[in-house]
């Protein structure tokens, strides 16, 4: 068994363990127990996202540093080997402005659409991305807000809603994108219907009711994007909060007609956890597919800190025992204020770069990220998993290689020893506090 660990009260950081500490006492030890031969759903991967700050932000950087800030997104073995991303069509908050690809009022038709503004940082950066990763990246694409002409409000920020007489346009807005991103070499492997489309936000944001969202999808975007032979580009649902999750798909879904188009449900992790809502959904349309769309630490950049990592983790086990297939985090980097966002909704990113200093940081959360991304191959299955202690929090795969991948963490302050348990045979370790391992058997 190979064990690599990263642990705050160390130097150890995604290291591989040569000396496995012996456990003392071994009455009532904490164990995971796993029965490969017990198979769920199968893993897309993981990623992020790559939005215009995080892309301006890697421009600023030397050529040096900025193929070594690929090769730790992306290389492989020893990058993440990310290979599931996201990417903004128009703006959002952390892009340097409002902007729209199709922003000549009144243009349905769209003559004028064009991805002008993608091409001097974005796709630079998505194609760099590619040069580097072992595998294609799939690549999901979400918008923030149509442009301002197409909505109620007569703005790209605050809410507002698409209007009735826009949605056909604004449909063919996202077949435009995809046959522009696939023309500079990048396939898109699927859209979300609307990022967030609860929040009125004070950036780019636009609402749409279950009900409204349920219709475009089955009047508009589906049946565009099938008569643009796009009908493999899989269809993503809310990409908002759990908290709403079951309800807001279940309208969706009790509509065949609009549910023949759709992939899965996406989702985010902001407010209360309610991991038991993405079980649900698994439960109540098993058919469907569950997709973590984007998490980050709000609030600024949180330089150093190691809740950070635990955050990213904890949510990653919660749900993929819960179902999800992939997990997508937020911006893949920031600078050290935590933008650029051009309303000053500052937060944090798993790598932070110092521009006026050509270098970057890695947070917590690119490590603890790692634990799964290096080692759970595109194509994995998730295997039962059982943990004797809820503090031992435990998921585990098998590759398609046959390899077998468990991922443990300890976020207690105390080291907490326990015993890995497979088809008879145990293997004793010790996680020390506040640490998460990743335990790989042939």
């Known amino acids: 068994m190979r064990t690599f660990i990263t642990a705050r009260d160390s130097d150890q950081r995604l290291s591989e363990q040569t000396f496995i500490p012996a456990v003392e006492h071994t009455d009532n030890l904490a164990s995971v127990w796993i029965d490969p031969a017990r198979r ?26 900025q193929e070594a800030l ?36 009144g243009d349905t038709a769209l003559k004028h659409f064009s991805i002008a503004r993608d091409e001097q940082a974005l796709l630079p950066f998505i194609q760099a991305a590619q040069r580097v990763a072992h595998r294609q990246i799939q690549l999901l694409v979400s918008p923030w807000s149509p442009p301002a002409w197409m909505k109620t409000n007569g703005q790209m920020n605050q809410g507002g809603q698409l209007r009735p007489e826009c949605r056909s346009a604004w449909a063919r807005c996202y077949v435009k994108f995809i046959q522009a991103y696939a023309a500079h070499g ?11 489309p609860a929040a009125t936000q004070r950036w780019d944001s ?14 508009h975007l589906g049946p565009e994007l099938a008569a643009a032979g796009l009908g493999h580009v899989r ?12 309800e807001r798909a279940g309208t969706v879904y009790a509509d065949p007609e609009a ?53 990213y983790a904890r949510s990653m086990i919660h749900d993929i025992n819960r179902w999800t ?74 590759n398609p290689d046959g390899g ?13 020893p326990f015993s890995l348990n497979t088809g008879g045979h145990q293997h004793q370790t010790v996680l020390p506090a506040r640490s998460i391992a990743t335990l790989l058997l042939p």
């Not at 690929?70 to 908050?93: E, I, K, W």
């Not at 209360?272 to 079980?279: A, T």
């Not at 947070?363 to 759970?376: L, M, N, T």
């Not at 991922?407 to 080291?415: C, L, S």
Request: glycine letters at 10%; hydrophobic letters at 40%.
């Open 40 to 65: 769920f759903q199968t893993m897309e991967g993981f990623g992020g996202a790559f939005t215009e700050a995080a892309a301006v932000r890697w421009q600023s950087l030397s050529p040096a540093q």
């Open 325 to 398: 297939v992939g997990w997508i985090d937020w911006n893949l980097l920031l600078d050290t204020q935590g933008g650029p966002n051009h309303v000053g909704n500052y937060c944090s990113a798993p790598i932070l770069v110092d521009p006026d200093h050509d270098r970057f940081e890695l947070q917590s959360s690119y490590h603890y990220i790692g634990h799964f991304a290096r080692f759970v191959q595109p194509g994995a299955q998730r295997i039962l998993c059982a943990s004797t202690r809820e503090a031992l929090e435990a998921t585990a795969f098998v």
């Open 70 to 105: 690929l090769q730790a997104y992306f290389g492989h073995p020893h990058g993440h080997g990310y290979t599931l991303c996201r990417v903004h069509m128009n703006s959002c908050d952390f892009a340097l402005g409002n902007y729209a690809h199709a922003d000549t009022p």
């Open 206 to 219: 636009c609402i749409y009711s279950a009900e409204e969202e349920r219709d475009f999808v089955r009047d």
């Open 235 to 246: 269809i993503v649902i809310w990409d908002h909060n759990r908290d709403l999750m079951v």
């Open 259 to 311: 549910a023949k188009y759709v992939w899965g449900t996406g989702f985010h992790w902001y407010g209360e956890d309610h991991f038991d809502h993405v079980q649900l959904l698994h439960d109540a349309w098993p058919d469907k597919h569950l997709l973590f769309t984007e998490g980050c630490q709000e609030g600024g950049p949180h330089t150093g800190s190691w809740a950070l990592g635990e955050r």
């Open 404 to 416: 077998v991948v468990v991922v443990a963490m300890n976020r207690t302050e105390q080291p907490l």
């Open 186 to 196: 990048v396939p898109v492997w699927g859209v979300s219907v609307q990022n967030e």
